[in-house]
């Protein structure tokens, strides 16, 4: 493993070796003006400047609004995308900018699970062949044959081996996704970026696709970073959750302490958007409103980025932008980025079940061996 630790990441997993370290993570999409002589005027900066680590076997989840850099995250991680500034280091190798040929190499142990079931797996294609290409494109040759290995992943996901030879077009949405999970498994991973895996997805399916990524993870000992915008998923699959708010984190904590006791005003505002299982608390809590809209990418605000919405802020978040670190009363780990964090007395409730759906999933998951949806 890497020798030397960002400070930041020291404290974020203390109880897991680092399999993943993003240090300083920055993406700006470049704005060009011109047709036969391009000028650059400007970019979207929709990553500027992140700091998170995964610990081996661990799983974080990432959160925040359509818009804030989530997707764009999960993509430099597996160099998708390539990053404008920043380190990524996986397995203690810096991938950063890994060539093409060394990259191959990586994503043995490094896959993803992309959002929308239906445009992620090649219609022209059987099912069997888009699962064996990983590994014939990684040399790998199971004792059992490819055709075996492609059948027992079915079998993993929960789908029938005599699938095999069919076509996605075939398939429900929640079948489609379970694919697109096993050709993720097919090289057996140590990390998978999961971006959104349930959004396109039913609720009553999405708990049965995020139960089977638990026992996956379980079973394998696989981490995950769960990209979602979903907090009651989120609560109910991830052991750490970061909060991004256009392009940089602002929270990142234990589950628990999260949802427990959010710092800062905006995960406060996440939380209290999300709806009760109880009917009768509905009304006890108070619902944050956001005003105004979040700002643009090309230009965000000066100092803390959140500041043009929320109803703490003051001159100094005008002028300062406020570090990720751990402020007073925060538990070990909980790093927040706010010059006048929320007080504990203003925390949502610890022990609200955000899900009816997820929770009854809870006591009766269905696992790997689940009806196939």
Known sequence: MSTTTHPILARQAPAHDNLLEVTGLHKHFPIRQGILFQRRIGAVRAVDGIDFSVGAGESLGLV???????????????????????????????????????????????????????????????????????????????????????????????????????????????????????????????????????????????????????????????????????????????????????????????????????RHPYTHALLSAVPEADPDLTGARERIRLAGDVPSPINPPSGCRFRTRCWKARDKCATEEPPLVRIPGNAEGHLTACHFPEEPTTAPRADVVLDPALAAMEETSTGTTGMPT
């Not at 059948?151 to 993993?156: C, D, P, R, S, W």
């Not at 999970?181 to 049965?208: F, M």
């Open 64 to 262: 925040g609004e359509s818009g804030c850099g989530k997707s764009t995250t999960g993509r430099l991680i597996t160099r998708l995308l390539e990053p404008t500034a920043g380190t990524i280091t996986f397995d203690g190798e810096d991938i950063t900018h890994t060539s093409v040929s060394g990259m191959r190499q990586a994503r043995r142990n490094l896959q993803m699970i992309f959002q929308d079931p239906y445009s992620s797996l090649n219609p022209r294609h059987t099912v069997g062949t888009i699962i064996e290409t990983p590994m014939k494109l990684n040399g790998v040759n199971p004792p059992q044959g490819l055709k075996r290995r492609a059948q027992e992943l079915l079998e993993t996901v929960g789908l029938n081996p005599e699938h095999y030879n069919r076509y996605p077009n075939e398939f429900s949405g929640g079948q489609r996704q379970r694919i697109g999970i096993a050709r993720a498994l097919a090289l057996r991973p140590k990390l998978i970026v999961a971006d959104e895996p349930v959004s396109a997805l039913d609720v009553s399916i999405q708990a049965q696709v995020v139960n089977l990524l638990q026992d996956l993870q379980r079973e394998f000992g696989i981490a995950f970073v769960f990209i979602a915008h979903d907090l009651a998923v989120v609560r109910h699959f991830s052991e750490r959750v970061a909060v991004m708010y256009l392009g940089r984190i602002v929270e990142i904590a234990d589950r628990e302490a999260l949802y427990a006791l959010p």
